[in-house]
């Protein structure tokens, strides 16, 4: 069965490095997405994406976040220069006939 | 605005008892979609079920069932005979039609212990 996949499944930065964050969303999905967890906390959307630009973004998607398909496979996000606020599980998604989730990114800023 | 609320945050029951999560929603859209997410200890979101706002006809698969009231709008979800396995993080959503894309509102999560 299809499924996203994400890498790392953990990366540990220090606050105002660069991190970026890939996934592979399944391959005949056209919207792909951002979301993130805090620890404890609701999921909460970030970002959506189809054909090659932004669809939807939500306050927590700032300029330090961006977001690149740089293939016709590949779906990443990056953080410009992280902040201890930006630890958190961050999913990416794709959907056609709903939603489906990948197991997650945990990023730790020190 | 959209708003999920999952009042109960922890639940405990003994493995065979019957547990129902409870999940109710706002919204002023009349055409909307309703999720149920699974999101064990490992972490990752596991998709469980997606109505929509014109089928109200409850749903049943294996030991999962859903029962989705427009009058009250909740869309509870019932698990028979829970199991060890169910232990998890339960997350209801909520998508609006107006949406262009998937940008789920996600209540804040219950989280299930089965107790073996």
């Known amino acids: 069965e299809p499924e996203v996949t994400q890498t790392p499944s953990h990366q540990v930065t220090q606050m105002g490095q660069e991190v970026i964050l890939r996934c592979v969303p399944i391959?005949?999905?056209?919207?792909f997405y951002w979301y993130r967890q805090i620890l404890g906390q609701k999921v909460e959307f970030l970002v959506s994406?189809?054909?090659?630009?932004?669809?939807?973004k939500s306050e927590i998607f700032d300029d330090q976040f961006s977001v690149e398909r740089p293939d016709g496979s590949n779906f990443t996000l990056k953080i410009r220069s992280t902040k201890l606020e930006d630890s958190a599980m961050y999913f990416c998604?794709?959907?056609?006939?709903?939603?489906?989730f990948g197991s997650g990114t945990q990023l730790s800023v020190l | 605005a959209q708003k999920v609320t999952q009042a109960q945050t922890e639940i405990s029951v003994v493995e065979k008892e019957d547990v129902t999560l409870d999940c109710v929603y706002e919204?002023?859209?009349?055409?909307?979609?309703l999720f149920w997410y699974k999101q064990p200890p490992s972490g990752e979101l596991v998709f469980l079920i997606r109505?929509?706002?014109?089928?109200?006809q409850n749903e049943i698969s294996g030991r999962y069932s859903w029962n989705f009231q427009k009058s009250t709008s909740s869309f509870n979800f019932t698990i028979t005979a829970s199991q060890v396995v169910d232990s998890a993080v339960y997350f209801c959503?909520?998508?609006?039609?107006?949406?262009?894309?998937?940008?789920?509102?996600f209540g804040k999560g219950t989280k299930l212990s089965v107790i073996p």
């Open positions: 994406f189809y054909n090659n630009e932004i669809s939807e």
């Open positions: 391959s005949n999905h056209l919207y």
């Open positions: 998604a794709s959907s056609r006939r709903g939603l489906f």
């Open positions: 109505r929509n706002s014109f089928d109200e």
């Open positions: 919204t002023r859209d009349t055409t909307y979609y």
């Open positions: 959503a909520l998508l609006y039609s107006g949406a262009g894309s998937y940008q789920l509102t």
